[in-house]
């Protein structure tokens, strides 16, 4: 029964870390249509947020309260994040709208520069972020299975983002302003939205999840210059497979990567299990070619 309800448990965990990275990249790639190739990189600038956040507490605070600097380092890798974002769509994204192969290329090149200009602020080695005692440790259940404090944040942390998204897509006017452009951009600029107000918004809202996804992963282990490089595949793959711009479908896609990537890697290894998995994603797109749940528009295009 241990071993049954561990592995539930690792595919929840897997899951929640696919779609707190995946989470951003829904918003810039799903509803935008930009490929965002320097997305792993906004997670490196976050990750790297959190250890400066880190330092910072390190170095001026009494040491009883360094237990507390993560809590302060999720807003900050948020807002650090979301600056460079806006810059960044401000700069040049705004240029690139509907020249899907032109941004696919000058983000890919941003994301070298930020890999380079990170590794001559903090070095090529990898860095460690100390986690909070607060979070060692775990929660033991049925017959002393052990789950960890940090996954079960992470997870909390993966509820609270989709909790937030989903009032401020749903339930804000800035939320259906951006639903009002990702249907009918014409439309919505002859009723007077600002479609570029709402293009920058959502461009930096998705740059600021992708920095709390790099704020969690330094729970993981220790985080260098190539950090985002490891999910943004993984991340693509999510929103490929829930439906472009649905942001059910990511949650659908998150849990179903996770769940089958443990179970493959139970029943083989981990170099095959994501072999199998990306097999069995590939087949189902030749299936289901616009992922687990579709978006309806109302553009004539």
Not at 118 to 137: E, M
Not at 185 to 199: E, H, I, P, Y
Not at 222 to 235: E, K, M, Q, R
Request: glycine share 10%; net charge positive; with cysteine.
């Amino acid at each position: 029964m241990d071993v049954y309800v561990l592995q539930l448990f690792n595919g929840l965990s897997i899951s929640s870390i696919l779609l707190l990275v995946a989470l951003g990249l829904a918003i810039t790639f799903g509803l935008m249509k930009v490929i965002n190739m320097a997305h792993g990189e906004l997670i490196m600038i976050g990750a790297y947020s959190t250890y400066l956040t880190q330092n910072l507490f390190k170095d001026y605070l009494p040491e009883s309260m360094f237990d507390w600097y993560f809590v302060l380092a999720i807003p900050v890798s948020f807002g650090i994040a979301f600056v460079f974002g806006l810059i960044l769509e401000m700069s040049l994204i705004r240029f690139l709208y509907g020249r899907p192969l032109d941004s696919l290329l000058a983000t890919w090149g941003v994301g070298l520069v930020l890999q380079q200009v990170a590794r001559s602020i903090f070095g090529a080695p990898n860095v460690a972020v100390k986690s909070p005692t607060w979070l060692d440790g775990g929660l033991r259940i049925v017959d002393g299975t052990l789950l960890p404090y940090k996954r079960l944040f992470i997870i909390a942390l993966v509820i609270v983002c989709l909790a937030a998204m989903y009032v401020y897509i749903y339930r804000s006017h800035e939320g259906r302003r951006m639903r009002a452009v990702m249907q009918n951009r014409d439309m919505a600029a002859c009723l007077g939205v600002s479609t570029r107000r709402v293009d920058s918004m959502t461009f930096a809202i998705g740059s600021g999840i992708a920095g709390i996804a790099g704020c969690a992963l330094t729970l993981m282990g220790p985080i260098g210059p190539s950090l985002g490089t490891y999910y943004i595949v993984d991340a693509f793959m999510v929103v490929v497979l829930g439906g472009v711009g649905k942001l059910v479908g990511t949650v659908l896609g998150a849990v179903g990567i996770g769940m089958f990537n443990t179970l493959f890697e139970y029943w083989t290894n981990a170099s095959l299990g994501k072999v199998l998995v990306f097999v069995c994603i590939v087949a189902f797109l030749q299936w289901r070619p616009m992922g687990l749940v579709a978006m309806r528009t109302r553009s004539l295009d």
